[in-house]
């Protein structure tokens, strides 16, 4: 398995999401969360207020700007089950994730790498 400029550790530093029609902060909701990607496969564990909230796990893939995540189990419901597709930049240690959906942003992530 190839590995990618993504596999490493990773701090959620903001983000965004929208859900029913309403955009969540993770800032304002006090959201913490720490991927873990290599060789094809992802690992996130997240904290609300310092309590579980989410983890999920699965493969990964980059086409070209596209970072696509394939979750195969987590906290998800059934039908959450299936690919999310993101335009991705790296930035030297800073990752910029956006998804869309019908033309609307329905997701942003700035994640920071953790140092070695």
Avoid at 25 to 33: E, F, G, P, T, V
Wanted: with cysteine.
């Amino acid at each position: 398995m190839s590995t990618s400029p993504f596999d490493g550790a990773w701090q959620l530093v903001a983000g965004e999401c929208l859900d029913n029609g309403e955009m969540l902060h993770y800032d304002k909701l006090d959201i913490r969360s720490r991927k873990v990607l290599a060789e094809g496969h992802f690992t996130f564990i997240s904290y609300q207020k310092g309590a579980f909230w989410s983890a999920g796990s699965g493969r990964f893939r980059v086409d070209g700007e596209r970072y696509i995540e394939n979750p195969d189990m987590g906290t998800y419901s059934p039908e959450a089950l299936r690919e999310y597709a993101f335009q991705a930049r790296l930035m030297n240690d800073e990752w910029h994730n956006e998804r869309w959906e019908n033309g609307v942003r329905v997701e942003y992530e700035l994640w920071r790498r953790i140092a070695n």
